[in-house]
């Protein structure tokens, strides 16, 4: 950013020296909101029109297990480099992997593009969050994650209606086609300040670490793991008819959960397993934070399509509660008021507490213990769990992390936040799997009731984060 704009600290973001960066920021979150919304919307269409259900934890978790290693590159990158190469390069990585997902003529080259898709959000997600803390004040980053929330309520509402309207009308190869034509105004949009930000970058580089290929060899083995553990589960699938196929996938998963413990000692803060005080904690948050409500987000439409019988359309209405809620949660958050009067421990508790309240919502739906309008209107409690958390970590990792570890230490979180809910997706894939279809509703309850238990833990693990920086990754 420019000497003026860090030496007379604006006092809004709709200050002219900020305005080029936040109008760009907020339409590349739109573009990703949109793409987010409707894929998961209509995934379970795609999964059973390609004939490949047996596939769908696999292509739940395609893009959280290829963004492993695009996240720590993406870090360093940032730190190295500065973060606008690695934006401009998830921009060209995201359009690619749509057209390959609109054409793909099987399940198989559906996964390459979800593969694709991960790296792309894991450049554009660290980068963006970087560009943040380099080119606001500290002051208004609550405000800017707040708005980038807000950023996601359009989307929310129209973006899974879209796609499950194309899907039932036109088909759902025409869904990726609208979400490469939004990549174009949103690079145009935010083309200006990537232009002025290439200059900053340029002026201020960063200190590389010293063993930058240790962390991505470490990284791949992380990936590696976490694709062995979601591969494993349909190995599973005929287990009760096949000791040998049950034993290939269970050996499989064994050696994913053994892979993931071995890279993650690198790529994590230390401490972060056993929620060390200060960084490891708010990353350990990220992770719990990240599981609890993406794991139980991702099958919630599957449960209302496959357990409740309803369309794509209607079953996209969780995502779109929770897009709503969300933005409503941090716009609560980003209030001078409540930045005043409450603690970062306090925020963290009470998103954790909403989240879990929130997950039993669906977890009722899925044994017929709600009627669905009551379940999804329980749901909404979690959005507004992550409107309040999500904003609050991030923020408190910047603020503890140095200027020049600002990347690691994002990618370290959203790293975190990958791991954790990819495993929960991948271990309740490999469930599905075996128990096949039709499925029961029990099952589902289980799998969302494993993610609200993780929520308790977070929140009982709260003060952890308000701590004293330690140090960042060793």
């Known amino acids: 950013m420019p000497a003026s704009v860090r030496s007379d600290t604006p006092s809004s973001l709709w200050d002219p020296r900020c305005l080029p960066f936040v109008v760009g920021a907020l339409a590349l979150v739109t573009l990703g909101a ?3 919304r409707a894929t998961v919307a209509i995934l379970p269409t795609v999964a059973g029109h390609l004939d490949g259900m047996a596939l769908f934890g696999a292509a739940a978790a395609a893009p959280l297990i290829s963004s492993v290693v695009a996240t720590v590159a993406a870090g360093l990158w940032c730190d190295r480099r500065g973060p606008t190469p690695a934006l401009a390069t ?7 992997s749509q057209l390959v997902m609109g054409a793909a003529p ?25 560009l943040v803390a380099r080119v606001l004040p500290r002051s208004l980053r609550p405000k800017m994650f707040a708005a980038m929330a807000t950023a996601w309520i359009v989307p929310s509402l129209i973006g899974p209606l879209i796609a499950g309207v194309l899907a039932d009308l036109v088909g759902w190869r025409s869904v990726f086609l609208v979400a490469i034509a939004l990549t174009v105004p949103a690079a145009l949009a935010l083309r200006p300040s990537l232009r002025t930000l290439r200059g900053a970058d340029a002026a201020e580089p960063s200190t590389a670490p010293p063993d930058t290929r240790q962390i991505l060899v470490s990284a791949a083995v992380v990936s590696a793991g976490l694709a062995a553990l979601t591969l494993g589960g349909p190995g599973l699938e005929h287990s009760a008819h096949s000791g040998s196929t049950a034993i290939v996938g269970g050996v499989a998963v064994g050696a994913g959960l053994a ?26 948050s990220q992770g719990l934070r990240a599981a609890s409500f993406a794991g139980a987000g991702a099958f919630i439409p599957l449960m209302l399509t496959s357990v409740h019988g309803l369309g794509p359309a209607a079953a996209a209405s969780s995502l779109t509660i929770t897009g709503l809620s969300w933005a409503l ?14 603690t970062v421990t306090g925020r963290v508790r009470a998103s954790f507490a909403l989240i879990c309240l929130g997950i039993l919502g669906p977890a009722m739906v899925a044994i017929d213990r709600l009627p669905v309008w009551a379940g999804l209107a329980l749901w909404a409690a979690a959005g507004i769990g992550m409107g309040v958390g ?36 991948a271990v309740a894939g490999a469930a599905i799997a075996i128990v096949g279809t ?6 589902l309850a289980g799998i969302l009731a494993t993610a609200a238990a993780l929520a308790l833990c977070g929140a009982a693990a709260a003060s952890r984060v308000e701590a004293r920086p330690t140090a960042s990754i060793t």
């Not at 559906?110 to 970087?130: F, N, P, W």
């Not at 039709?438 to 099952?443: D, R, S, T």
């Open 34 to 36: 949109f793409e987010n």
């Open 90 to 96: 998830g921009l060209l990585v995201f359009t690619f």
């Open 106 to 130: 099987g399940m198989t080259v559906l996964l390459v593009g979800r593969v694709g898709t991960g790296v792309a959000e894991a450049l554009l997600d660290v980068a963006l969050t970087v």
């Open 259 to 284: 892979l993931i413990l071995i890279g993650a000692r690198r790529v994590l803060p230390r401490g972060t397993a056993r929620f060390a005080a200060g960084l490891p904690a708010v990353v350990a």
């Open 329 to 342: 949660g941090s716009q609560v958050n980003g209030t001078s008021a409540v930045q005043r009067r409450t």
């Open 390 to 425: 999500s904003p609050t970590l991030t923020t408190h990792l910047l603020a503890l992390a140095p200027e020049d570890e600002q990347g690691r230490l994002t990618a370290a979180s959203m790293l975190a936040a990958t791991i954790s809910q990819s495993m929960l997706i």
């Open 438 to 443: 039709p499925l029961p509703g029990a099952v």
